[in-house]
């Protein structure tokens, strides 16, 4: 089988430079773990593509300096616990609005559009960690850690010559993208949890008629409490109730849909307009939003190689999640039609204990949510703070003022904007897009601009535009239905339903 040897100077513990060789196949790697040049053939796991040996990071100081300070990922995770991983990761508060988004495309519009979705996510994902695994490689450490800011910040300085100069920006623009993502997210949940509360009021004490902003102002005490919780041991502890709690309620609400018996097919809208189809556009791509989780997914597994495989990893988990949001849209839009609320758990019946017991559920799984949120929104920020605050006293109090301010922020635009299923429409438009469907194409491109055929190059670039495309026109229908909502004090498709 043809090798390729890669090599790179590494700035060593004790501050003297020395230089790795190892020969790397095109279906293994082989890890050099000192600085002797002896390569380990029993631990293996698959790179995706052979790279020159002449690479620009054994010559780059930036890149030097970058890869001298990251951490190595602890490669514990079975193949088993990473598939139940990324399965948990992606059944979010986006799986419940799917029937919402079938709403707004109509049955068979809706039934095209989420397995496009899904394909499309899947194969950004294949790209996203193929190129990952191919700048480790470059790097002569494939056990290096690297996150999404990091791996595209390594393409730029390993790339063509002419990208090296954008390395810095894009790094940084990855950054924001994920904060502004995470922040976003944090409001979603928290209005999320605002409408629950005031459906569940309002049926037991119907004469007090406080609309949403009051009820998520009543929600951020406890979403306070779980910011102020800053130790990610209890908050992913946490996140396993908040994982059972879904899927009991998940069960809980496919028995009522297929309870009585469904309406026929022709009782439903076939497509919608245009300005629908485009909100639901946003609304589906913000349901697909775990690309951000699979790059530590991949990296933790005991045996990567089992990752992306054609019945690997990726691929089963998002197949089994792109059938459950199918699933889950199409017969609960089948079952309730034009009355389907942002989130189809608020259609469970009001006066049935069971259906309080899950809705009081989700208001907690949604609170552990915002903590993990927030907590990941912190995150991005604490490594420029630690860079920036040299001082102890300094450094802890700005990073409890980021807390506050990311606390502070997700809650007022949880309170302005108000209206729930615009609210995710606008972030699957503006946000997930990006870091979904543009960054992984455009990554690829660098990656592998020296040896990519036309056909690659044609495929990735129309990605990038179909991107742009869905990112302009999602957004903007999503602004103005907000304009339209707040100007008429109306949705802006009039008789929807509303809580």
Same mark, same amino acid.
């Given at each position: 089988?043809?090798?390729?040897?890669?090599?790179?100077?590494?700035?060593?513990?004790?501050?003297?430079?020395?230089?790795?060789?190892?020969?790397?196949?095109?279906?293994?790697?082989?890890?050099?773990?000192?600085?002797?040049?002896?390569?380990?053939?029993?631990?293996?796991?698959?790179?995706?593509?052979?790279?020159?040996?002449?690479?620009?990071?054994?010559?780059?100081?930036?890149?030097?300096?970058?890869?001298?300070?990251?951490?190595?990922?602890?490669?514990?995770?079975?193949?088993?616990?990473?598939?139940?991983?990324?399965?948990?990761?992606?059944?979010?508060?986006?799986?419940?609005?799917?029937?919402?988004?079938?709403?707004?495309?109509?049955?068979?519009?809706?039934?095209?559009?989420?397995?496009?979705?899904?394909?499309?996510?899947?194969?950004?994902?294949?790209?996203?960690?193929?190129?990952?695994?191919?700048?480790?490689?470059?790097?002569?450490?494939?056990?290096?850690?690297?996150?999404?800011?990091?791996?595209?910040?390594?393409?730029?300085?390993?790339?063509?010559?002419?990208?090296?100069?954008?390395?810095?920006?894009?790094?940084?623009?990855?950054?924001?993208?994920?904060?502004?993502?995470?922040?976003?997210?944090?409001?979603?949940?928290?209005?999320?949890?605002?409408?629950?509360?005031?459906?569940?009021?309002?049926?037991?004490?119907?004469?007090?008629?406080?609309?949403?902003?009051?009820?998520?102002?009543?929600?951020?005490?406890?979403?306070?409490?779980?910011?102020?919780?800053?130790?990610?041991?209890?908050?992913?502890?946490?996140?396993?109730?908040?994982?059972?709690?879904?899927?009991?309620?998940?069960?809980?609400?496919?028995?009522?849909?297929?309870?009585?018996?469904?309406?026929?097919?022709?009782?439903?809208?076939?497509?919608?307009?245009?300005?629908?189809?485009?909100?639901?556009?946003?609304?589906?791509?913000?349901?697909?939003?775990?690309?951000?989780?699979?790059?530590?997914?991949?990296?933790?597994?005991?045996?990567?190689?089992?990752?992306?495989?054609?019945?690997?990893?990726?691929?089963?988990?998002?197949?089994?999640?792109?059938?459950?949001?199918?699933?889950?849209?199409?017969?609960?839009?089948?079952?309730?039609?034009?009355?389907?609320?942002?989130?189809?758990?608020?259609?469970?019946?009001?006066?049935?204990?069971?259906?309080?017991?899950?809705?009081?559920?989700?208001?907690?799984?949604?609170?552990?949510?915002?903590?993990?949120?927030?907590?990941?929104?912190?995150?991005?920020?604490?490594?420029? $703070?630690?860079?920036?605050?040299?001082?102890?006293?300094? &450094? !802890?109090?700005?990073? =409890?003022? *980021?807390?506050? +301010?990311? /606390?502070?922020?997700?809650?007022?635009?949880?309170?302005?904007?108000?209206?729930?299923?615009?609210?995710?429409?606008?972030?699957?438009?503006?946000?997930?897009?990006?870091?979904?469907?543009?960054?992984?194409?455009?990554?690829?491109? $660098?990656?592998?601009?020296?040896?990519?055929?036309?056909? &690659? !190059?044609?495929?990735? =670039?129309? *990605?990038?535009? +179909?991107? /742009?495309?869905?990112?302009?026109?999602?957004?903007?229908?999503?602004?103005?239905?907000?304009?339209?909502?707040?100007?008429?004090?109306?949705?802006?498709?009039?008789?929807?339903?509303?809580?």
């Amino acid at each position: 089988m043809k090798q390729t040897v890669f090599s790179i100077d590494l700035i060593a513990e004790n501050g003297e430079n020395f230089k790795q060789d190892c020969p790397f196949d095109f279906d293994t790697k082989e890890e050099c773990r000192d600085a002797g040049n002896t390569c380990n053939p029993s631990e293996t796991t698959i790179i995706a593509q052979e790279t020159p040996a002449n690479s620009n990071c054994d010559i780059n100081p930036v890149l030097q300096r970058s890869i001298s300070s990251r951490s190595h990922y602890s490669n514990t995770l079975s193949t088993g616990r990473t598939l139940l991983y990324l399965i948990k990761g992606n059944l979010g508060a986006g799986l419940f609005a799917i029937p919402a988004a079938f709403k707004d495309a109509g049955l068979v519009g809706g039934s095209i559009g989420v397995p496009l979705m899904a394909l499309l996510s899947i194969h950004c994902m294949h790209m996203l960690v193929k190129c990952t695994e191919v700048l480790k490689s470059r790097c002569g450490d494939p056990d290096m850690a690297m996150d999404y800011s990091q791996v595209i910040e390594t393409a730029c300085l390993t790339g063509p010559q002419k990208m090296a100069k954008f390395a810095t920006i894009a790094k940084r623009t990855i950054k924001i993208s994920c904060f502004i993502k995470e922040v976003a997210f944090c409001s979603v949940f928290i209005l999320f949890a605002g409408y629950y509360l005031r459906q569940l009021v309002s049926y037991f004490y119907p004469e007090l008629e406080w609309t949403v902003r009051y009820w998520t102002a009543v929600m951020s005490i406890p979403a306070l409490a779980m910011a102020c919780i800053r130790n990610h041991e209890h908050l992913h502890t946490l996140s396993y109730l908040a994982s059972s709690i879904k899927a009991i309620s998940l069960v809980v609400l496919f028995v009522y849909i297929f309870k009585d018996d469904l309406p026929h097919i022709s009782e439903r809208p076939a497509f919608s307009v245009a300005a629908h189809l485009l909100l639901y556009y946003g609304t589906v791509i913000f349901a697909f939003e775990g690309v951000t989780q699979v790059l530590p997914l991949h990296d933790n597994m005991r045996t990567t190689r089992h990752f992306r495989k054609w019945n690997g990893v990726l691929n089963t988990g998002m197949v089994l999640i792109g059938c459950l949001y199918f699933t889950l849209g199409f017969y609960g839009y089948l079952k309730y039609g034009e009355a389907t609320y942002p989130s189809i758990t608020m259609n469970l019946p009001k006066d049935e204990i069971a259906c309080q017991v899950v809705k009081i559920g989700l208001i907690v799984a949604l609170l552990i949510n915002y903590g993990n949120q927030l907590h990941a929104a912190y995150e991005i920020t604490e490594p420029t $703070i630690d860079r920036h605050c040299k001082k102890k006293g300094i &450094r !802890l109090f700005t990073k =409890i003022g *980021i807390r506050a +301010l990311i /606390f502070i922020t997700s809650v007022l635009v949880a309170l302005i904007t108000e209206n729930l299923e615009l609210l995710m429409s606008l972030t699957g438009a503006l946000t997930c897009t990006f870091l979904c469907l543009l960054f992984p194409p455009t990554l690829d491109i $660098i990656t592998f601009w020296n040896y990519m055929g036309w056909f &690659r !190059l044609a495929k990735n =670039i129309f *990605i990038i535009l +179909l991107s /742009f495309a869905a990112f302009a026109s999602g957004t903007f229908a999503a602004v103005m239905a907000f304009e339209n909502y707040f100007v008429q004090e109306d949705f802006l498709y009039g008789d929807r339903a509303t809580t």
